[in-house]
Every structure is written in C-alpha cells, then in structure tokens.
C-alpha cells in the first residue's frame, strides 16, 4: 500500500536549514556515534536503511543491504551508492559538495553513508524504521506539512 504512495520525502521548517545545503558535513560522522559504529561495522545495514528512505519503499532495506555486499566483496559497491547519494541531493535540491558524488562514494564511502542518514533524520524521516512506518507516522502525525488523502474503507453503494 505504501510503497506506491506518492508522498514526498518531509521537508524541515523553512527557516531550519538553508535552501541547497547539507545539515551537517561530510567529516562529521562523530554527531551520531551510534549510526557511525553501525556504518564502520556494517556499512550495508545504513546503506539499506538510506536506500529503502530515499527510494521511497520501492527497494527494501534488506535487497539494497545484499546488493551492496555482494559488491562490496568484488570492491565496486560505490558504483551502486553514489546513484543513491544524487538521489537524495534532488529529493532537497542539495549541493554536490565538496566534489561529485561518485568520487565522494569511492573515496569517502562511510563518511558519506554516514551523511546521508543523518540528512534523512535532520529533515524528519527516521531511516531506521523503514519507509512504511515514517508513511504511517506521518498520516498520524500530519506528515510535517504532508498533506496526504485519508485512506478509505469500501462500503457499501447504492
């Protein structure tokens, strides 16, 4: 039901954050130690917790965790995350700072992981939970500004 959901990824309040930039930098891994050991340990958990956010439900947590480790074990898994990274920028008109995406995935690739989750939780979403459960937050919560139609059980028509 969700997956198809055309709701949009919750922006923060105007004044929170700048229009085209990051919440926090690329070195900053340290604001959130949790997510930071979780990354250096298994860096295929953030990377399907972002993936699953940012594809809106479309790609599970667990198929983008797997995709990204059999890569990883042939050493290209960049090549796969960096399309993530450009996909989250235009989900909030970021910046493709400080260099492009797939440089920044092929040299960085933790750091960037790292930023990119703590992008998702700065602007509302919790990557953790998984889309469905930020879908069903936000129809309860009133999405942060989402604006969603209520869903409707069949009855009966005359």
Avoid at 130 to 142: D, F, I, P, V, Y
């Amino acid at each position: 039901m969700y997956p198809n959901n055309p709701a949009p990824v919750p922006n923060p309040p105007a004044c929170a954050v700048p229009a085209g930039q990051w919440t926090t930098g690329l070195c900053d891994c340290f604001d959130d130690p949790g997510n930071c050991c979780i990354t250096f340990c298994c860096p295929c958990v953030t990377f399907g917790q972002n993936a699953e956010v940012i594809d809106k439900g479309t790609t599970s947590c667990g198929v983008a965790g797997f995709i990204y480790y059999a890569l990883a074990n042939i050493g290209c898994s960049c090549l796969y995350t960096f399309s993530y990274r450009s996909k989250l920028r235009g989900l909030y008109s970021l910046q493709e700072a400080p260099c492009g995406d797939l440089l920044i995935h092929c040299c960085c690739l933790s750091c960037a992981l790292c930023q990119e989750y703590r992008e998702l939780k700065n602007r509302g979403v919790d990557p953790s939970i998984g889309w469905q459960a930020n879908a069903e937050k936000w129809n309860r919560t009133g999405g942060g500004g989402i604006v969603m139609a209520p869903i409707v059980a069949p009855g009966m028509a005359r």
